[in-house]
């Protein structure tokens, strides 16, 4: 998919060391692949609108920013619920799609599924292109 | 004196204000007083600069320098937290 992926807390880059190295690598072989950035203060934290600061942390918010550097799609999550990657792997397919040919994906669309071609032709007539079970 | 390579303290820009050369000045300035947010889908992502660990190593890494590409950035909450 051709994604860079990075990873912010508040924590510094010498915590990110000991949690790579200590815990993560033993996840993943080798340790997590991607930068782990340290959000001092929650500085950057604050400006994507994730910085809890009664706690001093950044909470869970997961961003995507397409190759002109726009933000594309935004997830928010208080700290106990974990995110969802397939989720995430899917819409970052579902926006290289449209950008690549200008369809649309409707709701539930993954890889490989019917896109729609939006325009006058379809005022009205979505309902022989998609039906309420392609939403899951 | 040589500065130390990897030391106590890193500086980092932080976030990085937008040109916006027609407009009065942001109220956003370099690495202070930012607390305005300024995400939005569909509009520029905040740029920004931050100390980091990367192949085992530290460095600086500025989010604009990878324009160009697919980006996904995730904050959490903390190292060795438990979600």
Known sequence: MGVEIFALSTDSRFSHKIWQEEELSKMVPGGVPFPLLSDAGGRVGSVYGVYDEDAGVDIRGRFIIDPDFNIRAMEVLTPEVGRNVSELIRQVKAFQHVVKTGEVTPSGWQPGKPTLSPGPHLVGKVWKEWKPEDAF | ?83
């Open chain 2, 1 to 83: 004196m040589a500065e130390a390579k990897d030391g106590c303290v890193k500086p980092s820009k932080g976030p990085i204000a937008l040109e916006a050369p027609n407009q009065e000045p942001l109220t956003v300035t370099l690495g202070k007083e930012v607390s305005k947010m300024l995400a939005r889908v569909g509009k520029p992502a905040p740029d920004f600069e931050l100390a980091a660990f990367v192949d085992g190593g530290f460095k600086n890494v500025r989010l604009s320098d990878y324009k160009g590409k697919w980006i996904v950035i995730c904050f959490y909450p903390g190292d060795f937290t438990f979600v």
